[in-house]
């Protein structure tokens, strides 16, 4: 059992910045395919980011590209959501996920990952 635990959600206004954190035993050993997710009530739960572990090989939706940047701190066993230029459109409570000794074959799918965090709240007000 995996158990993911997240931080550095909160409230920001549009043009902010924001890095949320997901840290985990082995998070970041050998091959895993590492997400993140975001969710507004009633709407799917929306793949956001992924990183390969393994050669780092990164994966992003496009309405957060060029804002958004996903890294992995191999000593820390954590992986980082660092957002930039935050939009209202943002918000939404966010979720990181680990695809343990898996490739990101489907980096956008919820059905890919094993393990989810239990969401940090990222609010962008207007």
């Known amino acids: 059992q995996v158990q993911l635990e997240e931080s550095g959600g909160g409230s920001v206004q549009a043009g902010g910045s924001l890095t949320l954190s997901c840290a985990g035993p082995?998070?970041?050993?050998?091959?895993?395919?590492l997400g993140w997710f975001r969710q507004v009530p009633g709407k799917e739960r929306e793949g956001v980011a992924a990183?390969?572990?393994?050669?780092?090989?990164?994966y992003f939706t496009d309405s957060v590209k060029g804002r958004f940047a996903i890294s992995q701190d191999t000593a820390k066993n954590t992986v980082y959501l660092q957002m930039n230029s935050l939009k209202p459109e943002d918000t939404a409570m966010y979720y990181c996920?680990?695809?343990?000794?898996?490739?990101?074959?489907?980096?956008?799918?919820?059905?890919?990952?094993?393990?989810w965090g239990q969401g940090t709240q990222v609010t962008v007000s207007s």
């Open positions: 996920a680990a695809a343990i000794d898996s490739l990101c074959t489907r980096a956008y799918a919820t059905l890919q990952y094993n393990y």
């Open positions: 082995l998070l970041t050993y050998s091959n895993n395919c």
């Open positions: 990183i390969s572990t393994f050669g780092g090989t990164t």
